[in-house]
């Protein structure tokens, strides 16, 4: 049997065939239909955020993000994140600047921040790395010093509450992925989650051609909008949310309780409620890591270099960034699979064998 790194939550196909035929009674499929406008409504309700705009994807959103806070110029960033972090930052014609990550928690380190920021600086990219809130506070603190925006890449950190709150509730913008991998999904979507009541009505319109109206556009947009077929997932998945985070939560449990002796871990926040997201570790040496992987993959089981390689050297930016603790982290960095039907037997059979890859 294959065991990958993650194995998408499909609900009861019967469940989701009841909403498909909501669909083809009323002849809705698309363009901010009822059950698009439903799932928004469920998502603030449960996240416990004022405004949410559904998107057809995570990178659509930080894009939109991007736009709607009408930043231009330097954008300082997280060279361990997603290729996408950095990419929509290039494709919104602003320069990324990247500043090193904390060895510990693998967010950007807030310590590099100040010394990044010039006359150029229009704002602060930084990814809650897999769910682990970044130091929301201090970054707060900077910007608001400097008089920059803050927008996070929150693709990983869906449920995520951070000093009693939800993590989306930080920063001018959060950015959610609903990706099939992610473990509240969509198929493919995702979320633009804004502070301000302004910055969320611009959202709203450039996610729809810049529509003020059905005949007049007054702002530039895109086609970011999603689909009731993609709505009608989240419907069914979100109640199963909670019972989703405490399988990951169990199976992390069991992970732990074999590895913490053997391999790093991420530090995770004392103030945060986690998620369970992934399964990161971290080998002591990449030719460690490539052992393991190469051992497991005898068994079938496919774990991912996440993230890797480090984003510092993308061939696309105009100058490479020296982010050494990044460079180091990125090659033994590694997440192990972590899906909710996986088995506490696979679990330890996984572990078995990263042990005796270490023993040599
Ligand atoms: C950190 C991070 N940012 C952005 C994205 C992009 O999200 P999407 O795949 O929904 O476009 C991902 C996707 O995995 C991600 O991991």
Redesign the pocket.
């Given at each position: 049997m294959v065991i990958n790194v993650t194995k998408p939550f499909l609900p009861e196909i019967a469940d989701y065939s009841e909403l498909l035929s909501r669909i083809w009674s009323t002849g809705w499929l698309t363009n901010n239909g009822p059950m698009v406008l439903e799932l928004e409504e469920r998502l603030r309700s449960f996240l416990g955020v004022k405004n949410l705009s559904f998107v057809s994807?995570?990178?659509?959103?930080?894009q939109i993000a991007i736009r709607s806070l009408r930043l231009s110029g330097e954008i300082i960033t997280t060279p361990f994140?997603?290729v996408?972090?950095t990419s929509?930052i290039v494709w919104e014609h602003c320069r990324p600047v990247m500043v090193d990550i904390d060895p510990q928690t693998f967010n950007i380190d807030p310590r590099n921040i100040e010394g990044a920021i010039t006359p150029k600086t229009s704002a602060i990219l930084a990814?809650h790395?897999y769910g682990n809130p970044c130091d929301v506070v201090e970054i707060e603190r900077i910007a608001a010093k400097h008089g920059i925006k803050v927008i996070y890449?929150a693709?990983?950190a869906f449920g995520v509450r951070y000093l009693e709150d939800s993590i989306f509730n930080f920063g001018d913008v959060s950015?959610v992925?609903?990706?099939a991998?992610?473990l509240f999904h969509t198929i493919?979507?995702?979320a633009v989650i804004a502070r301000d009541a302004e910055v969320d009505h611009l959202v709203s319109r450039m996610r729809n051609f810049g529509h003020a109206s059905p005949t007049s556009f007054d702002e530039i947009g895109i086609n970011g909008k999603n689909s009731e077929f993609h709505a009608a997932m989240g419907l069914i998945n979100l109640p199963q949310v909670s019972e989703i985070i405490a399988k990951r939560h169990k199976i992390s449990e069991r992970y732990r309780g074999h590895l913490k002796q053997i391999l790093r871990h991420q530090e995770i926040d004392s103030e945060c409620e986690y998620n369970y997201a992934y399964y990161p570790v971290i080998f002591e040496s990449e030719e460690d890591l490539l052992r393991g992987m190469a051992r497991l993959k005898e068994r079938d089981v496919h774990p991912r270099r996440?993230?890797y390689p480090s984003l510092s050297n993308l061939p696309y930016l105009d100058s490479a960034f020296d982010t050494p603790v990044c460079a180091d982290l990125a090659p033994r960095a590694l997440c192990l699979p972590l899906y909710p039907s996986l088995d506490l037997a696979d679990v330890d059979m996984i572990c078995e064998i990263l042990q005796s890859a270490l023993d040599k």
């Open positions: 994807n995570g990178t659509i959103a930080l994140s997603y996408a972090t929509t990814t790395v890449d693709a990983h950015c992925s609903f990706h991998t992610k493919e979507g995702g996440y993230f």
